[in-house]
């Protein structure tokens, strides 16, 4: 069963905009983690962040966290055409030795 | 360094025909193994994932079956193909504890005919 649904399903916007993308889930939860996949490919290991945290940040990439509401962000700062790609949450279960479950993802189209 | 390799990377076949395909990691060992499947446009359906040699949990009643004869050799088959099996297969692996993350290979598009 899938627990995270992202918002919204698709996403176009220009270069050096900022794309934002949402994700809800359902039970508590130990991690939610982003991942990016190019059109064809596997998925990509974007961000981890845990429960006890609510913002982490690497390079262009911001994440929030806030388990009251079980919601997610995630921001993409002055975006490329490169940023191109479907972008899933996924969340681990305490006690889930590493399983995850993903989201049906959003897919971000970015226009130079 | 890890990696993780899945073959092949695309396969025509028709109903009835069986399958196999095959996922291997190299660089760690006892990992936690998994197949999904990813419909066009859509998420991740887990199939099946393994902690072990030989354990194989299935996630979905299907026409597919899993198998780890190996440390690092996860393999998905069937007997015989159904329309309905066709999609894009993503193997993935991680060290099995809270919060780790998943690793994937380029996956293998499967089109039955």
């Known amino acids: 069963s899938q627990q995270g649904e992202e918002d919204p399903q698709a996403l176009s916007i220009q270069e050096g905009e900022n794309a934002t993308m949402n994700c809800s889930y359902k039970?508590?939860?130990?991690?939610l983690q982003w991942y990016r996949q190019n059109s064809g490919r596997g998925l990509v290991h974007l961000i981890l962040?845990?429960?006890?945290?609510r913002e982490k940040h690497s390079g262009r990439l911001r994440v929030t966290l806030d388990t009251s509401k079980k919601s997610s962000s995630l921001l993409i700062t002055a975006s490329r055409a490169a940023d191109t790609a479907s972008y899933f949450c996924a969340t681990a279960r305490w006690g889930s030795q590493g399983n995850l479950i993903f989201g049906k993802g959003t897919k971000l189209s970015v226009k130079p | 360094s890890q990696t993780i390799h899945q073959w092949p990377a695309t396969l025509v076949q028709p109903v009835g025909s069986p399958l196999s395909l095959e996922c291997t990691v190299e660089?760690?060992?006892?990992?936690?193994l998994y197949w999904y499947r990813q419909a066009a446009g859509r998420g991740l359906q887990l199939l099946f994932y393994s902690v072990g040699i030989g354990q194989i949990s299935s996630e979905v009643p299907q026409n597919l079956s899993a198998s780890r004869p190996q440390d690092r050799q996860f393999i998905l088959s069937s007997k015989k193909l159904l329309l309905s099996d066709s999609g894009f297969y993503l193997c993935a692996w991680n060290l099995g504890q809270d919060g780790q993350p998943q690793h994937f290979g380029d996956g293998t598009r499967l089109s039955i005919l």
């Open positions: 660089g760690t060992s006892n990992p936690n």
């Open positions: 962040i845990r429960s006890n945290e």
């Open positions: 039970t508590s939860i130990n991690n």
